[in-house]
């Protein structure tokens, strides 16, 4: 009988989140941490960074930051290397970093862009980040995956790259009319096809690749957007950014040995019905 603690036990081992100072990218280095990763938390936004590595470390975890730029392909060979270089190996990549137009109490009023209207150069960011920057996130961190013959790479996607957002949600009586982009669902879309391509790409090579699937985190949003969400989800509630954190680690662990080309769906049951 195997030794079920320990197939989660990532002591010894090296994880690169990209995004990892943001909603959830903070979850999922502070999991990997805590499972005994030793964590670079890859992010442009050096302030967050470098303040969750020193919160990490004062836990007892292991973890440094790195400036990257996820869509700049010198910027995220250098963090890699960096990684690397630190560490000696790199056995974890999540792919975190995205643009992602938020509709909580900060971001209130911002999408107001209907399809017909939405800017080339929104269009051209999402894609540089949240797709290209995967790629060139993946790309770097499979070489040393590779020479080490094994790794294994995490890609976050969304429900809404499983179906089409409900537009309802974010209408208000009194507002203009808001839209969740056209370039969030197409980009995490792609997010699917990147996954399944790198499973099957590098078969028998010692890497697994796999998506997992968030559903909405609530982050401060307001009551009228939390019920019109609860209203759709089976589990009748949205997620706590912590939820998320069970999956993560599962699929970064031995616990998942067996899966690779798979979409773990964490959503309340949302993809359902």
């Known amino acids: 009988m195997s030794d079920l603690p320990?197939?989660?036990d990532l002591t010894g081992r090296v994880a690169v989140v990209t995004g990892g100072a943001g909603l959830l990218g903070s979850q999922f280095s502070r999991t990997l941490a805590q499972?005994?990763?030793r964590v670079v938390i890859a992010d442009n936004h050096a302030e967050a960074a470098i303040a969750l590595a020193a919160s990490l470390t004062d836990e007892g975890g292991q973890a440094r930051h790195h400036a990257c730029d996820v869509g700049d392909p010198a910027s995220v060979q250098a963090m890699v290397a960096a990684a690397v270089d630190s560490y000696g190996?790199?056995?974890i990549l999540v792919n975190s970093a995205a643009l992602d137009p938020k509709f909580d109490a900060q971001h209130a009023g911002q999408h107001t862009?209907?399809?017909?209207d939405y800017p080339l150069h929104a269009w051209n960011q999402a894609l540089?980040?949240?797709l290209t920057g995967m790629f060139l996130c993946s790309q770097a961190a499979a070489r040393p995956m590779l020479a080490q013959g094994a790794g294994v790479i995490i890609n976050i996607c969304s429900?809404?790259?499983l179906v089409g957002p409900d537009q309802r949600l974010y209408q208000r009586a009194d507002q203009p009319p808001q839209f969740k982009p056209v370039t969030y669902s197409v980009t995490k879309a792609g997010v699917l096809g990147l996954t399944k391509y790198l499973a099957a790409y590098y078969a028998g090579k010692g890497l697994r690749v796999n998506a997992l699937t968030p559903g909405g985190v609530f982050n401060e949003h307001d009551e009228q957007f939390v019920q019109a969400y609860a209203a759709r989800a089976v589990l009748g509630r949205m997620a706590e950014k912590d939820e998320m954190n069970g999956a993560v680690?599962?699929?970064a662990s031995d616990a998942s040995q067996y899966m690779t080309g798979a979409n773990l769906v964490v959503d309340g049951?949302?993809?359902?019905?």
Request: aromatic residues 22%.
């Open 6 to 8: 320990k197939l989660f």
């Open 35 to 37: 499972a005994g990763a």
């Open 89 to 91: 190996r790199l056995d």
């Open 113 to 116: 862009n209907a399809f017909e």
């Open 128 to 130: 540089q980040v949240n």
């Open 159 to 161: 429900i809404y790259g």
């Open 249 to 251: 680690l599962f699929l």
């Open 269 to 273: 049951g949302w993809t359902a019905w």
